[in-house]
Structures are given as structure tokens and as C-alpha cells.
């Protein structure tokens, strides 16, 4: 793509002035930034205590989540043994001089039982469980001059949370979602809105029980807060003790999201779980409210804990080979948070894990309608739309299904395995659909032949899976679109130094989490939110990374691309070429780069049919100027590799509307956005396409 110089554009509308996100919303009746003024923070405390009045101040967890174990070595991340109590007090320890009164430890370790945590006081019986309430006063502490918190939390302890914030380990160690943070480690983002399942923080038994806990932790206590604070929560320090540091967190990314109004409350308890909220604690003002045990967090079945740890176990060496794992199920069963999961897990024992995206509709990685191979090396802390990055290999489909044209999605996916490095020793993971069936279930059945897969982890709800089980017995009998039995691996088309494997290990996982197999029904939780989310969040890299106020899109420079120089098209649907130019404006366009080169007869380069090529990014093409020729397009793609592009393809992928309907300073009707539109003309209305296959229920084949 030939790039020229940016021209500055005129902008269009005032400069709005940047509000914090912690600023005042507009959705009634209480909102998060009232959650910090003085008045409703008492009176929500005031109901939540009157509603657990007769109820103990902290509740026990009936079933304790287990983390994922490995019985062959005791390393940090082979979870938790059988809990037992702990001698408190009986470790020698020098106090600082601000807290040498040991006659007061003496007497305080004596209101200590079993996890460091007082017992004194309105306090109850506090076992590894849920912090909340009245707990988090005893166990956090908080600095406000450098507004950060420190907590302190006991073998088992969980934190469930909404909201973002930075999470820092200085001492012991902690879970997140299969991931474990140690002290010494990063910071790390932590991402829980309300579009999905909260997170929780698992604090997770120490690897080094011969430690001095007291003098070690006395001068990581005195670094982060302030006396009175310090002293505190220094006597509920144990061996078995975790302590993290949690700070507020910004970014460009959090920052372009809440300028939309509809997305201000994104990171912010929704209504059901408002009254679950514990408002009241030292985390306020952080970004980041904890929950009540009304509301679960990740909740793990014995076959969600049983199917991680077998596939954990081969990737570190129970099997022969490289696994290769191929997650399926309908939709709504938990596939992608399953995987995120078992991701985080195999980070803690390898440097990286490579993903190969099947799931056109809800990616992890990119805006929806691509497939991409990525490699994985820091945990996913969040939902897809908080990791949005630029995968090693992307093809743009332009779809978020694949029902007009199934061979092109395979071919897609070869083409992406073709390009991962075949010498490499990481463990692969295959997304696919949520379409099980008839067509969709053949596609699966074709992927498993085609891959070299070691492992299929099929994923039901309610005791069933939806569709047959993807057995290896069942796959010598199967049909799939491409392939047919007697089954035949097409692993030589792409190497020769593997042998295609004979079998593979089959796992079936039953959710259980709430609503399993349903679409969420909240704000925030529909499948076309989040894959709005995710665009919103490519886009905002747009956005400069220093603190300030956030930039429409209409007011930003945009690059000038020759139509000389790029081709257009349009793959989703058959558009006249008199029309390319009507379809292309104000839309998503992938930036792909073809093998052939783009030649012009002194005119516009339109494509008739879509072709199957490396995708760089994504921009947005803001005009088209007829009279010079030219294309402006806004992309955070860097130039030098922008100067590779030369393809625009538009997909069925169209900008949120947030994006048009926003834009501050306009007068009168906004570019792009009609209402005087007749739904009642000919073709006014969406096409249905009848695509001309059958049924395989009416070929008798499944």
C-alpha cells in the first residue's frame, strides 16, 4: 500500500473534556461514582448490614473451588494440600520499632484461630472462604496518599470482585483464574466487568514453609503504608500468608470505552449484584468493588477440574509428541472462559502456548470474522475485549459465521496451520463454533481429522453434550464435509516428520455455572455486545497512550491510500461494482496483503471474488475522494507495515453504532446515521440467502 504523507483534517467537533471514569454517570438510580460520596456509601452499607444482621458477618464457602494439581511435583503450581491448622505466633520474628509490644502479640495471637485472621470483636469464626463485610477491615489496609491497598489473605481466601485494577503479589502467592502470581513477578492487569463472570483472587498455600514471616513481611508492609495500617495487619501475618498490592488502573483502552454512555457503567456491578456489593471497605475509590457469597465466581465441576488436569499433565511430558488440544460444545457452555483458563494454567509451567482461532463469532484475540494463530505468553486476566493484540498469522473471512462458504473457512484453517513452525515444542489450542450441528458438526469432524489433534475436550451442560460424542470409535464412521471414512489425517500436506496419530484422548466437561447454555440476558453479556466490545477495544489503540482526553474518530488524522494502489472487495455478499465505493465508506475494512500484485488501468482495483490472504489489521475508511482518487483511512497499524497492504476487504463486520451516533459537536443529522429510511420497499429489508445444501438429517448421515 502506498501511504502518503497525513494531511491534518479539519476536526469537526469542540474538544469535550476528559471525565474520569469514577466521573458521574447517568444511569439511575445509584451509580459507581456515587458509590464514593459519603452519603450513599452509608446508606447502601446500612441496608447490607441490616440484611446480614441475624446472619453470620462472614459466610464459609459449602464447596471450596480446587485449583488444578500435579501429584508428581510439589512446585507452586501443584495446588493445595489438605488444609490444617496453623500454629500461630510460635515463629521468631524481630519486630520493628514501631511494633515491639509483644506482650500485645502475645495476647492477640491467642484471639487467632486456624488462618491468622481475629476472631475478636464482632468478628466470627473466619475460615478459608470469601472475604466480605467486616473481614476486609481486618485484612486491608490502605494508603491514600499514594492510593494503592494492600491485603492480606490466608491459605484459601477468596476475593471476588468487580471492576479493573493492578494486581501486585509482594509476598506469598496468589491464584487468578488458573494463573499464578508470585512475589517477585509483575504487575498484572486485572480485568472483571460486568460482561462477564467476576474474578476471584485465590490466595494459595506457601512453597516455603521454613520462612520468617514476620521479619520479611515487616519491611514490605512498612514500604506501602503507613503506621497505624502497618502494625495491624503485620499480626495477621502467617507462613501461610499471601500479600498483594492492588492499584487503580487506566489505560487508553478503559479510557475510550467509558465515553460512550451506554458502556460508563462497563466495569461496575449491574443491578442484580449491586446489593451484593461490599461498598464499605479500604479497596473503595480503587476501581474495584467486592462481592458478597451471594454472587459465585468461576465455578469449576469435577470434570471442568478433571479434564485440565489431564490435559495439563500430557503437556508436561506424559505424552509423546506435541498436544495438540481442540476444544468443542454449543453455544453458551463455557468453551472460551474454559480455555482461558487452561491457557493461564499451562503458562505456569511453560513460556508460551500457541492458539488457533476457529470461532469466527466470539474471538479471543481480534475483532470478530478472523481467524488467526497467536502465541500466548502472558495470562488472559479479562474477557477477549481486554487483550486485543495482533496475532502471529490472521485471515480476514469477513463473517461471523461460516454457512456461505464452508470450504473457504477450512482452507483458512490450513493455511494458518501451514505457517505455524512445525519444529516448535509448545502446546497448540483449537477454538472452534458453537454450531454442533448438521453442517457444523461436520466441520468439527473434519477439523479433528485434519489437525493432529491429541486431545478433544467436548463441552455439554445438564448432563448432555448437544451433539454425538466426538469419540475416536465415532470418527472411523463419521462423515464430515471434507472427509469421509475410513478416517484420513491430512497431516502430510503439511509435514512430513510427524506421524498422523491413531487415536486421541477424548474428555467430556459438564458446566455447571448458572445459565449454562443460555445467552445472558443482562446488559453487556449478549453475544453482539461483546463482539462490539472487542472492536470498540482494537479501535482504541487508536488513542494516545499518555493520560488526557479522548479523541473521536472523526477528529483524527487519516491516512491517503491511491486507489491505484490497493484493491477493493467485498466478500460477504455480492455488491455491483458501480457500488463498491457505496459499501466501503464508513466501514470496517480488513488491510490484507495478496501474493499477486495489484496492477491499475489508471482507475480503481475492484476484486470479484475473495481471496484467502494474510490480514494485517483493521481500519476504518472514513471518506473516499472520487476526484483524486483517493481513500482516507484511520488504523493504528504502523506504516511500515502498512506499505505491505495492498487489499481492503469488506466484511459482514459493521462499526458499532456507538461510533456514529456519539460523535460530540455536530448540528442537524450526523453523517452516516438516517432514521427516514422505509423498511416496507422492495429489498429494503435484510436478505435471506437460501444457501442450496442439504440437511444432513434428511440425507440420513449425522
Not at 502479640?105 to 481475629?118: D, L, M, P, R, T
Not at 481467524?371 to 485471515?395: A, D, K, N
Not at 495478496?594 to 480503481?604: D, Y
Request: include cysteine.
Amino acid at each position: 500500500m502506498k501511504v502518503n504523507k497525513p494531511t491534518q483534517v479539519k476536526a469537526q467537533a469542540k474538544s469535550q473534556k476528559w471525565k474520569d471514569v469514577r466521573g458521574k454517570r447517568c444511569r439511575p438510580p445509584i451509580t459507581s461514582s456515587e458509590l464514593n460520596s459519603s452519603p450513599v456509601v452509608a446508606m447502601m452499607a446500612k441496608e447490607y448490614k441490616a440484611s446480614v444482621k441475624k446472619k453470620p458477618t462472614v459466610k464459609r464457602l459449602k464447596s471450596k473451588t480446587k485449583p488444578v494439581s500435579d501429584s508428581k511435583k510439589n512446585t507452586p503450581q501443584s495446588g493445595l494440600k489438605k488444609s490444617h491448622t496453623q500454629a500461630n505466633g510460635s515463629t521468631a520474628f524481630t519486630m520493628d520499632d514501631e511494633s515491639n509490644d509483644s506482650q500485645d502479640w502475645k495476647e492477640y495471637s491467642q484471639s487467632i484461630h486456624g488462618n491468622g485472621v481475629a476472631t475478636s470483636g464482632a468478628m466470627e469464626d473466619v475460615r478459608p472462604g470469601r472475604l466480605e463485610g467486616e473481614s476486609l477491615h481486618y485484612c486491608a489496609g490502605r494508603n491514600d496518599q499514594q492510593n494503592h491497598a494492600v491485603l492480606v489473605m490466608q491459605k484459601d481466601q477468596t476475593l471476588c470482585f468487580r471492576g479493573k485494577c493492578f494486581l501486585t503479589c509482594l509476598y506469598g502467592r496468589v491464584e487468578v483464574m488458573g494463573f499464578t502470581i508470585e512475589e517477585g513477578q509483575q504487575s498484572y492487569p486485572l480485568f472483571s466487568p460486568a460482561s462477564h463472570c467476576p474474578l476471584t483472587i485465590r490466595a494459595l498455600e506457601s512453597s516455603d514453609h521454613s520462612r520468617d514471616d514476620k521479619t520479611e513481611a515487616s519491611p514490605i508492609l512498612r514500604k506501602y503504608l503507613p503506621g497505624a495500617s502497618r502494625k495491624k495487619l503485620l499480626k495477621t501475618v502467617t507462613s501461610n500468608s499471601s500479600i498483594i498490592l492492588l492499584e487503580p488502573m487506566e489505560t487508553p483502552l478503559t479510557r475510550f470505552l467509558s465515553s460512550f454512555s451506554d458502556l460508563s457503567e462497563l466495569f461496575s456491578p449491574p443491578m442484580t449484584e449491586l446489593m451484593s456489593a461490599v461498598l464499605d471497605t479500604p479497596l473503595n475509590g480503587l476501581g474495584m468493588i467486592p462481592l458478597a457469597t451471594a454472587i459465585e465466581g468461576l465455578k469449576m465441576s469435577k470434570t471442568y477440574r478433571d479434564a485440565l488436569n489431564t490435559v495439563v499433565s500430557a503437556c508436561r511430558g506424559d505424552m509423546d509428541g506435541i498436544a495438540v488440544i481442540l476444544v468443542c460444545g454449543s453455544k453458551n457452555v463455557g468453551k472460551s472462559t474454559f480455555i482461558r483458563t487452561l491457557i493461564n494454567t499451562l503458562l505456569n509451567h511453560t513460556t508460551s502456548v500457541d492458539y488457533l482461532e476457529g470461532d469466527l463469532g466470539q474471538t479471543e484475540f481480534t475483532p470478530a470474522g478472523c481467524l488467526s494463530l497467536s502465541t500466548v505468553r502472558e495470562p488472559l486476566l479479562g474477557p477477549p475485549f481486554t487483550h486485543q493484540c495482533t496475532p502471529e498469522h490472521m485471515i480476514y473471512y469477513g463473517d461471523a459465521s461460516c454457512e456461505t462458504d464452508l470450504e473457504r473457512y477450512l482452507e483458512s484453517l490450513k493455511s494458518l496451520w501451514r505457517r505455524r513452525c512445525q519444529n516448535r515444542e509448545t502446546p497448540v489450542i483449537i477454538n472452534t463454533m458453537g454450531w454442533v450441528k448438521g453442517f457444523g458438526f461436520q466441520l468439527l469432524v473434519d477439523m479433528i481429522r485434519v489437525f493432529p489433534v491429541t486431545h478433544v475436550v467436548q463441552l455439554g451442560h445438564s448432563g448432555i453434550i448437544q451433539c454425538p460424542a466426538l469419540t475416536p470409535e465415532f470418527l472411523r464412521t463419521a462423515h464430515g464435509c471434507q472427509t469421509h471414512p475410513p478416517a484420513q489425517t491430512a497431516l502430510d500436506e503439511f509435514t512430513e516428520s510427524h506421524t498422523p496419530p491413531t487415536s486421541y484422548t477424548h474428555l467430556i466437561v459438564q458446566s455447571e455455572f448458572q445459565a449454562a447454555g443460555r445467552q445472558g440476558t443482562a446488559k453487556h453479556q449478549r453475544t453482539n455486545e461483546h463482539r462490539e466490545l472487542s472492536l470498540l477495544a482494537y479501535l482504541s489503540q487508536l488513542q494516545s497512550s499518555d493520560p488526557g482526553p479522548i479523541r473521536p474518530l472523526h477528529t483524527l488524522t487519516p491516512y491517503q491510500v491511491p486507489h491505484t494502489a490497493v484493491a477493493l472487495g467485498v466478500i460477504h455478499c455480492n455488491v455491483e461494482p458501480s457500488h463498491m465505493f457505496y459499501a466501503a465508506n464508513a466501514s470496517l475494512v480488513g488491510l490484507c496483503c495478496l501474493a499477486e500484485k495489484v496492477t491499475s488501468r489508471g482507475g480503481p482495483v475492484l476484486l470479484s471474488q475473495a481471496p484467502i490472504g494474510p490480514c494485517v489489521g483493521f481500519g476504518v475508511v472514513r471518506g473516499i475522494d472520487m476526484a483524486r482518487g483517493l481513500y482516507f483511512l484511520l488504523t493504528p497499524v504502523d506504516p511500515s507495515i502498512l506499505r505491505k497492504v495492498n487489499c481492503l476487504l469488506v466484511g459482514a463486520i459493521s462499526l458499532p453504532s456507538c461510533i456514529l451516533t456519539t460523535q460530540p459537536g455536530f448540528e442537524g443529522d450526523m453523517p452516516y446515521v438516517t432514521t427516514d429510511y422505509n423498511f416496507d420497499l422492495p429489498g429494503a429489508g435484510k436478505l435471506r440467502v437460501f444457501k442450496g445444501m442439504t440437511r444432513p438429517s434428511q440425507t440420513g448421515k449425522q
